[in-house]
């Protein structure tokens, strides 16, 4: 019909009109701030901020370079000598097999963080002077997302290359080349799937199910070096996922965009002032309802004093707040693959694996202390003594470790690494890590004012580091027992006293520290 006809044809040139607009706005914002900070550069600054980036960044590939060199003919000569110790009767798990679980890995995790900024997004100053306007808004968001999508496959590409060094040393260099340019492609293919995700075009259960599915085809086509079809049939695949995401990005609600850009910009800040606390918080996601019904149930139960309402309060706040188990459970995973590996990693290598497994389930079960240390002032209002607040906040992380601990333990017990006392061991160390996770939850920001130290090394921030080692200190100085036991095999009584008087130590002086 002519009507439909010239109605369409005029709705199509409203659109073109809206989109010229919005793409006038975006280069005269550009443009604008370009001109501004070149006005307040120098050539001076520029040529020295370029030259010690250059020097920086030299000094840190030649230091990478050598220590994946070394670490490579450490393991070339060990051979398979110097594991730990695992019964004859458990199946071996092939060496590819565990490097492609270490790749479906990383993948999952680029998409996860990818999905939780966004990965279509806008800055706050964005946010409020392109969203309001009506005009399309492709152009204003579509390019900051193609621009992050390739720099993330060159930085995953980069990564890649001594990782591939390291597991397969049978290969040529022009096919580690291959293997790393894969892998950039594929990281790109998990950034757009997360762009995917952020357009809501079926359910957010059926969105995760397709997007793990679609990662482990990823995760096999790096190590496929053979023919570069693995790298065709990659980028292919980001090409077209890209264009799929491109031609819809202007679809993406408003709040999405601002949610986005308000965790980028969170995390930014956290990395740029090393608060690894913040950075936690940047990317704590929405809790489930499930957890907190089952909190909101245990709150409802009566209680007898302050000092028990208070350990109930905290109690539900942990069974609110907590993350999903699948993320100690994956851990847990970790440590079995890594054990029963054929030919057996190092031994120090496996024990490095394990405790930080323990650190990152240690850390993140102090997400309740975390909330509680941005108010500090409230704890002081409470009718009891600071020592019993801060036991009540160390109850469930302490318990919820040594929970974790005793599950390791026990499958390193079936795994023949030690005897029964090292379930034991596991559960003790599992009071020290929990007051470890809440120091760590409560260490002070780095005061990044006070001057680094002059050392024969060089200067050398030393009140900073303290500050980021502040909790880790505790962790790992209670796991300390229970990774001896492991490395020899076996659980000495005088382990077990060290490990109960370093944890019994740990607890209490978390507990009656000085505010």
């Known amino acids: 019909m002519p009507g439909v006809e ?67 003919d450490a393991i070339t000569s ?42 279509i997004m806008v800055s706050g100053p964005e946010g409020q002077w392109w969203l309001p306007l009506p005009v399309d808004r492709r152009p204003m968001v579509l390019p900051p997302f193609l621009r992050r999508s390739i720099l993330s496959g060159f930085g995953a590409a980069a990564a890649f290359l001594p990782f591939s060094v390291l597991t397969s040393g049978h290969r040529t260099f022009p096919q580690h080349l291959l293997g790393s340019s894969t892998f950039g492609a594929v990281t790109v293919v998990a950034v757009a799937l997360a762009g995917l995700m952020q357009l809501g075009v079926v359910s957010p259960r059926l969105r995760r199910l397709a997007a793990a599915v679609a990662l482990i085809p990823c995760a096999v086509l790096p190590s496929l070096t053979g023919s570069l079809w693995a790298l065709t049939l990659a980028t292919l695949s980001a090409a077209l996922l890209l264009g799929v995401v ?80 699948a993320l100690p459970l994956s851990w847990l995973g970790v440590v079995i693959v890594t054990l029963l590996v054929d030919h057996g990693l190092p031994a120090l290598a496996q024990i490095g694996v394990i405790a930080i497994a323990c650190c990152a389930v240690s850390s993140g079960a102090g997400t309740v202390a975390r909330q509680a240390a941005l108010v500090p002032g409230l704890d002081s209002l409470l009718p009891i003594s600071p020592p019993w607040g801060r036991a009540s906040r160390a109850f469930m992380p302490a318990l919820a470790i040594s929970a974790w601990m005793t599950c390791l333990a026990g499958i390193l017990v079936l795994l023949g690494v030690a005897g029964p006392a090292l ?70 009584p005088a382990a077990l006293i060290i490990q109960g008087l370093i944890s019994a130590g740990t607890f209490g002086a978390v507990v009656l520290r000085s505010p």
């Not at 000598?81 to 790749?103: D, K």
């Not at 900073?464 to 659980?491: E, H, M, N, W």
Request: aromatic share 8%; net charge positive.
């Open 246 to 325: 491109a031609s819809r990005a202007g679809q993406v609600r408003g709040a999405d965009l601002i949610r986005g850009g308000a965790v980028a910009g969170h995390a930014q800040s956290s990395l740029f002032f090393m608060d690894t606390n913040e950075l936690l918080r940047a990317f704590q996601g929405v809790r489930r309802i499930g957890s907190a019904r089952r909190a909101a149930r245990f709150y409802s139960r009566p209680a007898r004093g302050p000092v028990s309402a208070l350990v109930r309060a905290d109690t539900a706040a942990f069974l609110r707040l907590q993350p999903s188990l």
């Open 423 to 492: 379930i034991l061991l596991g559960a003790l160390s599992g009071i020290g890590m929990g007051a470890g996770a809440v120091r760590c939850a409560t260490r002070p920001v780095s005061d990044w004012s006070v001057p680094p130290v002059e050392t024969p090394f060089g200067p050398i921030p030393q009140a900073q580091i303290g500050s980021l080692l502040r909790g880790l200190d505790f962790t790992v100085l209670a796991l300390a027992p229970a990774l001896a036991s492991i490395y020899t095999g076996d659980v000495r």
């Open 6 to 72: 010239a109605q369409t044809l005029a709705e199509g040139a409203a659109a073109g009109s809206t989109r010229d607009l919005s793409a006038d706005i975006v280069s005269f914002t550009r443009h604008s701030s370009r001109r501004y900070n070149r006005s307040r550069t120098s050539f001076k600054d520029l040529f020295t901020d370029l030259y010690s980036y250059g020097l920086a960044l030299g000094c840190a590939g030649a230091l990478a370079v050598s220590v994946v060199i070394s670490v490579k």
């Open 78 to 119: 060990r051979g398979a000598v110097g594991s730990v110790h695992i019964s004859a009767h458990w199946p071996s798990i092939p060496a590819p097999a565990l490097w492609t679980l270490i790749v479906y890995a990383a993948l999952s995790a680029v998409m996860v963080l990818a999905r939780r900024m966004g990965p």
